[in-house]
């Protein structure tokens, strides 16, 4: 990977005035701050069929988040946590951008702080990823504009991400001689530990394509025109599956990822399918199938 070029940046279409919002995301010590437009940072909107929409919402910012933003997102992250009746989360930032990275007020403040101070404010933006990546309900992040820092590593955290074609995305922590350490699990696990190292060590900045080889997003879409069939058709999607199951699953990956494949092992994924086919909706869907007719949960 080399640094991007004046060429890279007209390959990726970027106009003058965005490539230097580009620099100021990729630099938020470098950008002005704007006042916010809305006090609600994080707004939580639902359907009657289980779909959930957690939005960042400072578009004045950029989406960037603070202190109180990521305090906001872990509530909601939280909340979700005994929702029961969701099916699929979609997560998203206001006004066209995903999420800048850490807020420019916000980084200001943590320079002059100790480093015990840093490590406990540290500490809500890691609790906050971890709600995340333990909602029971699949977690889908839809990306456009840009995704920068912290930004992508909330992209890492959810279970699949969706870019729109000229999204771009950075590591840049290291252009401030730092890390970036919290979202690192994340990043390691969606994309491999080789990428990550050349994501993380060059701050390259690189676009929906890139980032879906690398596997950090899963579909890109030609344009922002295409987000709104695409949720609907996922979400129509995910009432096949049963509420309980999709939750079931997602832990039964967490626990055996990394796991070596022993007689421990076996016993256990031997007793989570009992359980499961005990269920109640593991009784309604093999009953369902054999009578051939829609489980319960699909109404």
């Not at 010590?29 to 704007?34: G, H, Q, V």
């Not at 707004?43 to 603070?66: E, L, Q, Y």
């Not at 992508?152 to 401030?176: N, R």
């Amino acid at each position: 990977m080399t640094k991007p070029t004046e060429a890279d940046l007209n390959a990726l279409d970027i106009t003058p005035g965005e490539a230097a919002e580009i620099n100021a995301i990729s630099h938020p010590l470098l950008a002005d701050p704007a006042p916010d437009a809305n006090d609600d940072l994080v707004r939580i909107d639902s359907t009657t069929d289980g779909t959930v929409f957690v939005t960042i919402n400072r578009p004045d910012k950029r989406n960037a988040f603070d202190a109180p933003t990521i305090a906001a997102l872990y509530e909601a992250f939280e909340t979700l946590q005994g929702a029961d009746h969701v099916r699929v989360v979609f997560i998203r930032g206001a006004g066209g951008t995903f999420s800048a990275g850490a807020d420019l007020g916000w980084m200001a403040d943590a320079a002059e702080w100790s480093e015990s101070d840093n490590r406990d404010d540290a500490m809500g933006l890691a609790k906050m990823l971890k709600a995340l990546h333990d909602v029971p309900a699949l977690t889908v992040a839809i990306v456009e504009g840009a995704a920068m820092g912290g930004g992508a590593g909330i992209v890492a955290a959810c279970d699949m991400a969706v870019a729109v074609k000229g999204t771009k995305f950075a590591f840049s922590e290291v252009k401030l001689g730092l890390i970036p350490a919290t979202i690192a699990p994340y990043v390691v696990e969606a994309v491999g530990a080789r990428t990550a190292r050349a994501l993380f060590m060059t701050a390259d900045l690189f676009d929906a394509d890139a980032a879906k080889s690398f596997g950090l997003v899963g579909h890109v879409l030609d344009s922002a025109d295409q987000i709104d069939g695409f949720v609907t058709a996922f979400a129509d999607s995910m009432r096949a599956c049963a509420p309980g199951a999709v939750g079931e699953a997602k832990r039964l990956v967490n626990h055996v990822a990394g796991h070596r494949i022993d007689h421990a092992l076996m016993e256990e994924t031997a007793r989570r399918i009992a359980r499961a086919r005990v269920s109640a909706e593991g009784q309604e869907g093999v009953r369902a199938f054999l009578e051939k007719r829609k489980p319960g949960w699909t109404q």
